[in-house]
């Protein structure tokens, strides 16, 4: 099945500042990339997502970059807040059923 | 619009003790449903999906089982429960052929 590495585990930056999390994934066949925010005991909410005919997609402050070639696809937040403090999660899916593999979640800590 | 309601919210149970979950999704038919488990500080593993009513299909082996006796329900059960049972459980939902999930509230599970 799909394996799906994230990293780092935890990310602390200043306010205002970038944030970058990366995941990797194992199966070529994997064409949906979705980021999930998880704020502490919440449910996880999905903030952007991108398919394999794209390599980039941008919403106001949030990225996702995606490079289908070397299996790894990132997210980018600029100009960080303190409400966006969080457990990022990235997943992969093939499409078959819409089953989804997260990675093992960055802890994203801004200080204001 | 469609929602997905998920109990009990919590959950203290003894080891051995048995386990019924219950998840529901109202405005919608024929949703594909999942069962994820979030061990603490973990990612979310997909335990269950169901593309259709009696369809289960499992991702790994465990001490648990799932149901779907109506279109939009989903049960996740044990006959005992064990103490690495304990983990934040989240049920799912998509639209058959779509992308992207919608996860209830989650049961946080605690096995004494």
């Known amino acids: 099945g799909e394996n799906v590495e994230q990293h780092p585990s935890t990310l602390s930056v200043q306010e205002g500042d970038s944030a970058v999390i990366k995941c990797t994934y194992s199966d070529s066949a994997s064409n949906y990339f979705p980021w999930y925010k998880q704020e502490l005991g919440k449910r996880p909410q999905l903030i952007i997502d991108i398919r394999s005919n794209v390599g980039e997609k941008k919403d106001q402050r949030i990225a996702v970059t995606l490079n289908k070639t070397a299996k790894h696809f990132s997210l980018h937040i600029t100009e960080t807040q303190p409400e966006d403090s969080a457990v990022y999660f990235c997943a992969a899916s093939r499409g078959n059923f819409n089953k989804f593999y997260f990675g093992s979640g960055t802890k994203l800590n801004v200080k204001p | 619009s469609q929602t997905i309601h998920q109990w009990p919210a919590t959950l203290v149970q003894p080891v051995g003790s048995p386990l019924s979950l219950e998840c529901t999704v109202e405005g919608t038919s024929n949703p594909n449903l999942y069962w994820y488990r979030q061990a603490a500080g973990r990612g979310l593993q997909l335990l269950f999906y169901?593309?259709?009513?009696?369809?289960i299909s499992s991702e790994v082996p465990q001490n648990l089982s799932a149901s779907r006796p109506q279109d939009r329900q989903f049960i996740l059960s044990s006959k005992k429960l064990l103490l690495s049972d304990s983990g934040f459980y989240l049920c799912?939902?998509?639209?058959?052929?779509?992308?992207?999930?919608?996860f209830g509230s989650g049961t946080r599970l605690t096995v004494v």
């Open positions: 169901s593309v259709g009513i009696g369809q």
């Open positions: 799912a939902w998509s639209v058959q052929g779509g992308y992207g999930y919608t």
